[in-house]
């Protein structure tokens, strides 16, 4: 993704969850001054054709969050189809978006909205950043709490650093305090038994030793946290215990069969207690 994004996809379903990502869109292309892209995919229902009048879905695209997004520049695009994420995602290519922020849950006849169908799909499909957020229903505004925190995960693959970039670009915007977080196995079979503490010790020292080289090297000031354990766990309890307003995390730069969606993004994102941004 380009930083900052100049351009900004929105799906909505109007749940109280797309209102609640809606004060995270507002203020973040308000501040980037990006233009702000609105998408409702009607989709069809098996034998009862759609599940509202089309007439009745472009008041209520052309009605969402009107009066908040008055200052943005703002196109609503409504569409029909049977793939709501494949309409997401080719959007979002023919129009060279810089982002796509969704909530990880939402509503509809299909409850399509849920982590595992549209918003997986989208992680694992789209070629910009992602952004994510949970529990967005009783969201306060984001200029009411700021990012003040932000937790970076790092796995050390080889684009770690273009995951630092973004994560350091953005607390630089904010002036938030950044923290690097990274996971190391954590042994608990009977074989690794033998090794234990000495093993983990090693490990640890190991993987800070890299993290550090590389903050160094990209000219990156955080502070470093590494925990042995379950990635997923790891990388929400540092969060958690931070107060983290946002997480940076990496997803694959492979499209096709694979995807960008790898194992450990899915876990993170469905435990964060905070919205992650997937670069």
Not at 120 to 143: F, I, N, R, Y
Request: contains cysteine.
């Amino acid at each position: 993704m380009s930083f900052p994004p100049k351009k900004i996809l929105f799906p909505v379903d109007f749940s109280e969850r797309s209102m609640g990502a809606s004060r995270f869109v507002e203020v973040l292309g308000g501040r980037f001054d990006a233009e702000l892209i609105l998408l409702h995919v009607a989709e069809l229902v098996p034998y009862y054709g759609l599940p509202e009048s089309m007439h009745y879905l472009e008041k209520q695209l052309a009605e969402f969050r009107q009066d908040e997004f008055k200052n943005l520049r703002v196109r609503r695009i409504l569409e029909k189809g049977e793939d709501a994420a494949q309409r997401i995602v080719e959007l979002s290519r023919a129009e060279n978006v810089d982002l796509i922020m969704m909530p990880s849950h939402g509503y509809g006849p299909y409850r399509r909205f849920i982590l595992g169908s549209v918003t997986a799909k989208v992680l694992h499909d789209a070629d910009c950043s992602v952004w994510t957020g949970v529990h967005l229903a009783e969201a306060q505004p984001l200029e009411d709490r700021g990012i003040h925190r932000i937790v970076c995960a790092l796995d050390l693959n080889p684009d770690s650093a273009r995951v630092l970039g973004w994560a350091r670009q953005i607390a630089s915007e904010y002036q938030a305090v950044l923290h690097v977080v990274h996971a190391t196995p954590a042994y608990e079979t009977r074989p690794a038994r033998y090794f234990d503490a000495d093993l983990r010790a090693e490990l640890a020292a190991e993987a800070e030793g890299t993290v550090r080289r590389l903050l160094e090297t990209e000219g990156v000031e955080a502070e470093v946290d590494v925990q042995g354990g379950e990635v997923a766990h790891v990388v929400s309890c540092a969060a958690q215990r931070l107060h983290a307003d946002l997480v940076v995390i990496g997803r694959s730069v492979e499209s096709g069969l694979v995807g960008r969606l790898r194992a450990n993004a899915y876990s993170i994102i469905r435990q964060s207690p905070c919205p992650v941004i997937s670069v």
